[in-house]
């Protein structure tokens, strides 16, 4: 018997989850069409995938409304910081 945990994400869940990936993304100032540019687009569709399968979900939220406005580095949480951080050139 699978945990309330184990339930895939609603649709609701999915668009949150995207605008936590574009929040992100605004906060450590990677461009979005940078990402999409980078290789056809194929670096933004997995990104979005991540995001919509990450488990880190409440620690990404609470990091974007809890954080020092001025802290911009990629979050080792994400599961998307390895591409932001190539992208931002770190």
């Excluded at 018997?1 to 949150?16: L, N, Q, V």
């Excluded at 056809?40 to 620690?59: D, E, K, L, M, T």
Aim: charged fraction near 30%; proline fraction near 6%; hydrophobic fraction near 35%.
């Amino acid at each position: 018997m699978s945990s309330e945990t184990d339930k895939p994400p609603t649709a609701r869940e999915m668009i949150d989850r995207q605008g936590l990936m574009d929040d992100m993304m605004e906060r450590c100032g990677v461009d979005l069409l940078s990402v999409i540019a980078k290789d056809g687009g194929q670096s933004y569709v997995r990104a979005r995938s991540h995001c919509r399968g990450c488990a880190s979900v409440a620690v990404c939220r609470d990091w974007l409304l809890e954080c020092d406005p001025a802290s911009n580095e990629p979050q080792e949480f994400c599961p998307n910081s390895g591409l932001f951080r190539l992208l931002l050139g770190d």
